[in-house]
């Protein structure tokens, strides 16, 4: 039991400097000390940094695809694609901006993890991506998406911009409501015939 507590301190804590210093930044001697341990003892529960990186990584993105997956088994009988597509929209940046630094890290850190650490991660980053696919898919087969869209490039798009709020955004540039309205706005006029 205590070793599954320090073993989770370890993982929040590898997530909270991930997401603050990035990859090339985190140092093992950051992580202890934000974990309250000596740094050899990441060892004991870590075989490298890599390992311990590789599974924040893979960490954020599976919660932030659980947490989705959960917020659209909310949605009712009545929800029509575009709203479980704003559904899906609020919840990306809330999870992203408000309940993880695990998904935090993983959005920061993408591109900068070496190749060979991050086949779990694209493992996740595609079953994510085939939420959203389906979720646009359904609404453009439904008359709500314009006609003249690429849908990959669309969703693409979408995610970028949710994506990048991970970079900008912070409670002194308002709330994550106001965030997550303009998102929803911003998406539903760009995706919605004219």
Do not use: C
């Not at 408000?98 to 591109?111: C, F």
């Amino acid at each position: 039991m205590k070793s599954a507590r320090t073993r989770a301190r370890i993982l929040d804590a590898a997530a909270r400097v991930l997401s603050e210093k990035g990859y090339a930044g985190t140092r093992l001697t950051d992580v202890a000390k934000v974990a309250e341990l000596q740094a050899p003892a990441i060892y004991y529960y870590f075989d490298s940094r890599e390992k311990l990186v590789e599974e924040v990584m893979w960490s954020g993105l599976a919660e932030m695809r659980a947490y989705l997956q959960a917020a659209l088994d909310q949605a009712t009988p009545e929800d029509t694609p575009m709203d479980r597509i704003m559904i899906a929209v609020d919840a990306h940046l809330r999870h992203e901006l408000e309940v993880s630094d695990y998904t935090t890290a993983s959005i920061r850190n993408a591109g900068q993890i070496p190749e060979h650490i991050r086949d779990r991660q694209r493992s996740e980053e595609k079953k994510y991506g085939d939420i959203w696919r389906r979720l646009i898919k359904d609404a453009f087969d439904e008359g709500e998406v314009r006609a003249d869209l690429d849908l990959f490039v669309a969703r693409m798009l979408i995610l970028g911009a949710l994506n990048w709020a991970a970079e900008w955004w912070r409670p002194r540039r308002g709330s994550v409501d106001s965030v997550v309205a303009t998102a929803q706005s911003m998406v539903r006029a760009s995706l919605s015939p004219r």
